[in-house]
């Protein structure tokens, strides 16, 4: 659907309003982006931006309304439109005029671009509004792409950087980056200039390249501290430190691997296979992998264990006055 609509976009077939709605921001950043190219080819345009979460959408209507002052059109982007969600009464952040929106929906700008993006999984689409849009607007879901759909996308962003990638190298990329196509784009870019003249992304190009996150070496520190190996746990955590990480945030980490750790575990004995543990927990299918391939599984008792510390650190830290360095130190070097 994204395509087709870029494609009438490129051509200067523009609709007075899109609403775009899911969590791949990609699909947000690339709209706009190819938005304000095709409508640059003609002249400079006018960009407006909006926070729904800050001002009430009146001023998108009245904006939309008032004509632009140095090109035939203006665009004009309302992001977090929270209206079309399901919140409870009385909690919004803002009060919105929907009377005053459903009218213009039906009277939309001539000289005004609207989109609009709800950042959001999915819109209330019991809400008058809601349906309103879905019907007078240009209606995207931006949601992550799946399977097929996902190696199709690499395999196009990759060539279009003039690479070539295989099939282990695609599967290697999104095991460790996982379905973020911001992250995946960014990651692929970094590699089309790292390789120069060379052309093919392989797979050890990908594990040269690919930033280690916090996580994954939150994942390594706690992996070494399970099998008892206090050499590299201190290794990687004043490793850390150097890189001004603070650890009342690595405690919290770590925690949270245990609990994945443990939500593994109980979802395997149940029958589940990686991906769709992947799925119901909503994590990266290579921190799941990771778990379900290890050598050494730790059992629920030792897990338990473990987060009792944690918990006893976390409460140091937050309470104490002195070296606070020393307190996660200490745990790292204590046996199970």
Do not use: C
Request: neutral net charge; hydrophobic residues 40%; charged residues 30%.
């Amino acid at each position: 659907m994204f395509s087709a609509v870029w494609k009438k976009i490129s051509q200067g077939n523009y609709s007075s309003v899109y609403v775009l709605v899911g969590l791949e921001h990609y699909f947000f950043d690339e709209t706009i982006r190819r938005m304000k190219q095709s409508l640059n080819q003609k002249e400079e345009t006018d960009v407006i931006v909006f926070d729904l979460d800050e001002v009430p959408v009146q001023y998108v209507i009245e904006e939309a309304d008032t004509l632009p002052f140095f090109s035939e059109r203006k665009l004009i982007i309302a992001k977090n439109a929270s209206f079309l969600k399901a919140t409870e009464k009385g909690k919004e952040k803002i009060e919105h005029d929907l009377k005053a929106l459903e009218k213009w929906m039906n009277h939309q700008s001539e000289t005004a671009i609207v989109i609009f993006i709800a950042p959001y999984e999915k819109m209330d689409e019991r809400k008058k509004i809601a349906k309103l849009m879905k019907e007078k607007a240009v209606f995207l879901e931006a949601k992550s792409l799946e399977g097929n759909d996902l190696r199709v996308w690499i395999q196009s962003t990759v060539q279009h950087e003039g690479k070539t990638i295989g099939e282990e190298a695609i599967q290697l990329l999104i095991e460790v980056i996982g379905h973020d196509l911001v992250q995946l784009q960014s990651e692929i870019k970094k590699m089309a200039i790292y390789l120069g003249e060379e052309t093919e992304i392989s797979t050890s190009i990908i594990e040269i390249l690919l930033s280690k996150t916090l996580e994954q070496d939150a994942f390594q520190l706690l992996n070494a501290y399970l099998r008892g190996d206090t050499s590299t746990a201190l290794s990687v955590y004043h490793d850390l430190l150097r890189q001004k990480e603070e650890p009342i945030k690595l405690t919290g980490l770590l925690a949270s691997q245990i609990r994945l750790m443990s939500n593994v575990t109980y979802l395997r004995k149940k029958g589940y296979h990686a991906q769709a543990i992947a799925k119901q927990l909503k994590v990266n299918p290579y921190r799941v992998k990771l778990i379900v391939e290890s050598r050494n599984p730790i059992d629920e008792k030792r897990l338990l264990h473990v987060m009792h510390r944690l918990a006893d650190a976390d409460l140091k830290l937050k309470t104490s006055s002195g070296n606070r360095d020393r307190i996660l130190e200490y745990l790292l070097m204590s046996k199970i």
